[in-house]
């Protein structure tokens, strides 16, 4: 399938990694790929021409593609290094696993949707970026199979950190999780060689809320 990527539109992706720069993003590889990753191919026709505004917009299924700098924000928490193999919980449109292979991250990811989940597979296929794991699922059980992994980013507000998330993260790795009901809570979280936990705050956000098993699925 071919896919329109103009001059029009890396130019905006060009202001947009600006605007997200001079919002406080400082970490240069997450803003290489934020210009990279076309953000216009993971929205609805209706919104191509905001895709380039910082602002999330609905994906369906009552999700929405995170603001780009809420991306940036937790993508820079994350510390990458090339080659970090990588949870993400919550696919959503499948942007924010582009913009981790961007960086040479691993990535494997669940979505709880499955409409979105079909979605972001095919997508990601054909724009070829290769997950390592798209995965149908409940995010906060996250993927034994697949574990330890470097890091963890959870992309939706979670009322509690996922017992099970911290045991697949490898020790010396990083957890980032928006936390909380309404409003969330950015917390980093860094698990010792010696199973303790360091949290750090960063700041208040508005996710869609996390949903956990998939009991009521038709």
Same mark, same amino acid.
């Given at each position: 399938?071919?896919?329109? =990527? ?52 609905? !994906?369906?299924?009552?999700?929405? !593609? ?43 990811? !669940? ?62 790795? !990083? ?6 009901? =309404? ?36």
């Amino acid at each position: 399938m071919k896919f329109e =990527d103009s001059f029009k539109h890396k130019g905006l992706r060009k202001k947009l990694v600006e605007e997200i720069k001079n919002k406080g993003i400082e970490d240069e590889r997450v803003l290489d790929a934020i210009g990279k990753v076309p953000r216009h191919l993971f929205m609805d026709s209706s919104f191509l021409e905001f895709a380039y505004i910082d602002k999330a917009f609905p !994906i369906g299924s009552g999700q929405t !593609i995170s603001q780009p700098f809420t991306v940036a924000f937790q993508t820079q928490l994350l510390e990458i290094n090339k080659g970090d193999k990588v949870l993400e919980v919550g696919t959503g449109s499948g942007y924010q696993s582009c913009v981790l292979m961007e960086m040479g991250a691993k990535v494997y990811t !669940i979505e709880r949707q499955k409409p979105l989940y079909l979605k972001a597979k095919t997508l990601l296929s054909d724009l070829g970026y290769k997950a390592r794991q798209i995965s149908y699922g409940d995010g906060y059980k996250g993927l034994p199979a697949w574990a330890p992994f470097d890091r963890i980013i959870v992309t939706a507000g979670a009322v509690e950190i996922p017992e099970s998330l911290i045991q697949q993260l490898k020790p010396g790795g !990083i957890l980032v999780i928006p936390l909380g009901r =309404d409003t969330q809570v950015m917390k980093r979280i860094r698990k010792t060689a010696g199973d303790i936990h360091i949290e750090e705050e960063h700041g208040s956000f508005r996710f869609v809320p996390m949903l956990g098993d998939k009991a009521n699925d038709r």
